[in-house]
C-alpha cells in the first residue's frame, strides 16, 4: 500500500479551523505560534475567533490554511506517524506551499510570509472587479480548453484549474469569463456558475504576482523535500529544489493540473490519499478522477486518531 499526502487550497477555510489540534497537541498549538511570530500578528485569533469574510481575504485565508495543514501534520507526528509515510505529497495551489512546508523544503516562518507576499500580489495584480473565475461542470478539460480560447476573444480567458472529469475551472477577464459561461452551458454544461472569488488566480493576468514571487522565493532557504512533490504545473514528482522553486512561481500563472496529477500518482502505485488540513474538497476530486483510491481526510484530533487505527 502506497500513500500521498495532499493538502487544500483556498476556499477551505472556516473559522475555528485547527483550534482542537491546537488544544490537543503542544506541537501543533506551536505551529500557530510560529506563524504568528512570523507574520507579526494573531493570525491565530482571526481563526479562531474571527469573521469568516476576513479569514477569506487572500492574504490571509493563504498562511491560515498552511497553518492548519501543519498543525495537523505536527499531531500526526506526535502520535509517531511521520511524512516518510508517504510516497508522495501534492498541494492544490496554495497548498503546494503547505506540501512543501510537510516535506522540509521550507520552514513554517518562512512558508507563512511566503502566503502572506503571495496572497497581497495575486490581490494587488489586478484590480478587483476586472477579473473573474467561473467552474463549469460536467464538460471535460479539453471541451473547456476550447471554450476559453473562444470566449476570449482578445482578452484573457483559460482553463485555470482541471479538478477532476466534471468539474474545470476558468480564469481571466471578467467579461470573456461570463461568455464562456454562456458558451459552456450551449455545450450542455451540467453547471456553469461564476465563483465568489476576488481575482482571477492561475491565469497570464497574474503575471505580476508571478513577479512578485520569483523575488520572495530567490530570498528564501529551499532544501530538499523529504518526499517527491507532485507539481501543479507538471503532474510530475521531483525534489529539485531549483525546479521546485521555479514551479512555484510558473504556478501563479499556469494551470493547476491536479485531476492530471492524481493520475500519476495512481500510476506510481499510490492506493491511498490523505487529506491533511481544513476541508474534504481534494477527497472529493480523487474519488471523481480515480474511485479505485481510498480517500481520508484528516483535519481534527478525531481524525488523527482514526488515521492511526487505520
Not at 511570530?37 to 479569514?55: K, P
Not at 463549469?136 to 473562444?150: N, P
Request: glycine share 10%.
Amino acid at each position: 500500500m502506497s500513500v500521498a499526502f495532499v493538502f487544500p487550497g483556498q476556499g477551505a477555510q472556516t473559522i475555528g479551523m485547527g483550534k482542537a489540534l491546537a488544544d490537543a497537541y503542544p506541537a501543533a498549538r506551536a505551529v500557530f505560534d510560529e506563524v504568528d511570530a512570523a507574520l507579526g500578528e494573531s493570525l491565530s485569533t482571526l481563526i479562531w475567533e474571527g469573521d469568516q469574510d476576513t479569514l477569506t481575504l487572500t492574504q490571509n485565508a493563504q498562511p491560515a490554511l498552511m497553518a492548519t495543514s501543519m498543525a495537523v501534520m505536527r499531531a500526526l507526528e506526535a502520535e509517531g506517524v511521520t511524512i516518510d509515510k508517504a510516497s508522495f505529497v501534492a498541494g492544490h495551489s496554495l497548498g503546494e506551499y503547505s506540501a512543501l512546508c510537510a516535506a522540509g523544503a521550507l520552514s513554517v516562518a518562512d512558508t507563512a510570509r511566503l502566503l502572506r507576499t503571495r496572497g497581497q500580489a495575486m490581490q494587488e495584480a489586478v484590480p478587483v472587479g476586472v477579473g473573474a473565475m467561473a467552474a463549469l461542470l460536467g464538460l471535460d478539460f479539453d471541451t473547456v480548453t476550447e471554450v476559453a480560447q473562444e470566449a476570449a476573444q482578445g482578452e484573457v480567458c483559460a482553463a485555470a484549474n482541471d479538478n477532476d472529469p466534471g468539474q474545470v475551472v476558468v480564469s481571466g477577464h471578467k467579461a470573456a469569463v461570463e461568455r464562456a459561461v454562456d458558451l459552456a452551458k450551449a455545450k450542455g454544461a451540467k453547471r456553469a456558475v461564476l465563483l465568489p472569488v476576488s481575482a482571477p488566480f492561475h491565469c497570464s493576468l497574474m503575471a505580476p504576482a508571478a513577479e512578485v514571487m520569483q523575488d520572495a522565493l530567490s530570498g528564501v532557504t529551499f532544501n530538499a523535500p523529504a518526499v517527491p512533490l507532485v507539481a501543479n504545473v507538471t503532474a510530475q514528482a521531483g525534489s529539485n529544489p531549483d525546479d521546485l522553486r521555479a514551479q512555484l512561481v510558473a504556478q501563479v500563472t499556469g494551470s493547476v493540473r491536479w485531476r492530471e496529477s492524481v493520475t500519476y500518482m495512481a500510476g506510481q502505485g499510490v492506493t491511498e490519499i490523505w487529506e491533511i488540513g481544513a476541508g474534504k474538497a481534494l477527497s472529493g476530486m480523487v474519488r471523481r478522477i480515480d474511485r479505485s483510491i481510498a480517500c481520508r481526510a484528516v483535519g481534527t484530533p478525531d481524525d488523527v486518531k482514526a488515521a492511526l487505527d487505520g
